[in-house]
């Protein structure tokens, strides 16, 4: 029996992928690397860290400790001059009536991201107040593959794993929930994201029929 949900922020509630891109562009670009869309899909649901690590593995450059640690802070500071400008207007097609549907049904509801600006993103878009739980990467060790944010999530709602189902728009989202042996739905192009249970190209499009 489904009871609750776990929602992924980035490319599933609002599209902050682009800041992301944008502010790993202008840090690749220092290492003489110029970033394209592809290397954007794929860093899509995938840490900071090991966003970071993929990014030098493609520069070919490798970095002291310390400046690797100085080289993320300098790619959030660039990232959070881009949320800072977020209001509702960023929420994707049919968030706002998924969250009324699900308001009304009286679904617990959680934040499973591998941001570590979620909370300020959420209140951004006037979303903070509307979650039960909220998992991003400052709680967790392990990122998305591995299903520790989604595992946490239900802890926090109080459910078992197979009481939840996943809202994910990226690859290494839905190998987590599988692994987490939760329901998963793909959100975008099924193509891109065949291991999912369900699809839908939007929020919006969810017609909640696990929970009747």
């Known amino acids: 029996m489904i009871r609750g949900i776990i929602l992924d922020l980035d490319g599933v509630i609002c599209d902050t992928a682009g800041f992301h891109y944008l502010a790993w562009k ?21 840490s900071r860290t090991d966003s970071l690590k993929f990014i030098l593995g493609k520069a070919n450059t490798q970095l002291s400790e310390d400046d690797f640690k100085i080289d993320l802070q300098r790619k959030n500071e660039w990232y959070l001059e881009y949320v800072k400008q977020m209001d509702e207007t960023h929420l994707l ?3 706002t009536k998924f969250f009324r549907i699900a308001k009304y049904k009286g ?5 499973g991201s591998a941001s570590r600006n979620a909370a300020l993103v959420l209140s ?14 400052n709680q967790v060790v392990n ?11 239900a802890e926090m709602l109080n459910m078992a ?10 690859i290494s989202g839905i190998q987590a929930a599988k692994t ?7 959100v975008g192009n099924p193509s891109e994201l065949e291991w999912a249970d ?12 696990h929970f009747e």
């Open 26 to 46: 202008r840090l690749a670009a220092d290492y003489g690397y110029t970033l394209i869309e592809g290397d954007n899909e794929a860093l899509k649901g995938v």
């Open 93 to 95: 097609p049919g968030v």
């Open 107 to 111: 679904i617990p509801l959680a934040l």
């Open 124 to 137: 951004k878009v006037g979303l903070l107040s509307a979650f039960d739980a909220i998992v991003d990467a």
């Open 143 to 153: 990122g998305k593959p591995h299903p520790e944010t989604f595992l946490k999530a």
């Open 161 to 170: 794993a197979h009481e939840c189902i996943v809202f994910e728009d990226s």
């Open 180 to 186: 987490a042996e939760m329901f998963s739905i793909g």
């Open 198 to 209: 369900e699809f839908v190209s939007s929020l919006g499009e969810y017609d909640f029929h």
